[in-house]
Each structure stands twice: as C-alpha cells, then as structure tokens.
C-alpha cells in the first residue's frame, strides 16, 4: 500500500510543477547529497544555478518532469549535441569516476533542482 501511495504523490508533484512534498523516509539521501554525490554540482555548479561554461545550462527551477526526462535522455546516450556528448562522458567513458544515478536517484534530483 506504501508504495502506490508513494508513487501517486509523486505524480501529483509533477502535475503541481514540483512542489517538494517530502514523502521520503528521512534515511534516504536528499537530492541535494545525491547532486554532489553524483557529481552534477561539479558542471551544473552550487544549486544547480552557477555552470562552470556557458556550455553547460542552468538546472535550477526548471520543472522536475523536464529535468529529469532530459538528464535520462543524455545520461541514456540519446543526447544528439556534442554538450550532451560531454555530460554523458562524464559517467560513461572509462576514465569517468562519476557513478551514474538510479532513476530513484534523479528523481530526488530533479524535484530537488526544481525547489531551488
Ligand atoms: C561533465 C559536466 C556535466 C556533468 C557532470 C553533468 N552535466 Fe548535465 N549537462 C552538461 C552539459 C554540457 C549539458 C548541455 C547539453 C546540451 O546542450 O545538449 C547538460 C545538460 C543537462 C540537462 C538538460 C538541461 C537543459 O536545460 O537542456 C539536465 C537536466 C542535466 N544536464 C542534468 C544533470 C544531472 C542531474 C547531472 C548529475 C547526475 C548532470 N547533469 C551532470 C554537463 C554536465
């Protein structure tokens, strides 16, 4: 019953245009740890609002739907610009150290960055 509950609530953020509603259990990492822990801050900068180069957009209060379908689109090698070359790089070349995120994960991400 749990996690129906769950997973309807967050339909309703995105539909609300990511509202944070905090259904999370407090054990589990707030997307903002999971933006560090991923590496995200280390291109999109602090918040999600202070980019590294004019290459890379700003994150910050765009809607969580758009971040997150777009984040999976490039982390998924669908990007077609050689930005989005660059990003999925990050967490798939060999030389990458990044750990890619679980969709649960960019889900935090995304209602996280959208909050901000
Ligand atoms: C190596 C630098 C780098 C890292 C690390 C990185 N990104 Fe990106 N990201 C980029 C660049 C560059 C683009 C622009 C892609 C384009 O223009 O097609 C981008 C684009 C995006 C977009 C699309 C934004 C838009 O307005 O079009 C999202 C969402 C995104 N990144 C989320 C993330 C998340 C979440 C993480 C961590 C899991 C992350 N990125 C890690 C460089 C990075």
Redesign the pocket.
């Known amino acids: 019953m749990k996690q129906p509950a769950l997973t309807l609530l967050f339909g309703l953020t995105l539909a609300a245009g990511g509202l944070p509603v905090n259904a999370e259990d407090a054990a589990s990492p707030s997307g903002e740890d999971?933006?560090k822990f991923?590496?995200?801050?280390?291109?999109?900068g602090v918040d999600?609002k202070d980019?590294?180069?004019k290459?890379?957009?700003?994150?910050a209060g765009?809607p969580a739907s758009?971040?997150?379908?777009?984040?999976s689109?490039?982390?998924g090698g669908k990007?077609?610009?050689?930005?989005?070359?660059?990003?999925h790089?990050?967490?798939y070349s060999p030389a990458s150290c990044?750990t890619?995120?679980s969709s649960e994960?960019?889900r935090s991400?995304?209602r996280w960055?959208s909050s901000r």
């Open positions: 999971l933006f991923h590496g995200c801050v280390n291109c999109h999600g980019p590294v180069s290459m890379v957009p700003e994150l765009q758009e971040i997150y379908s777009n984040a689109k490039i982390l990007g077609t610009t050689q930005e989005s070359k660059l990003m790089a990050a967490f990044d890619p995120p994960h960019l991400i995304a960055l």
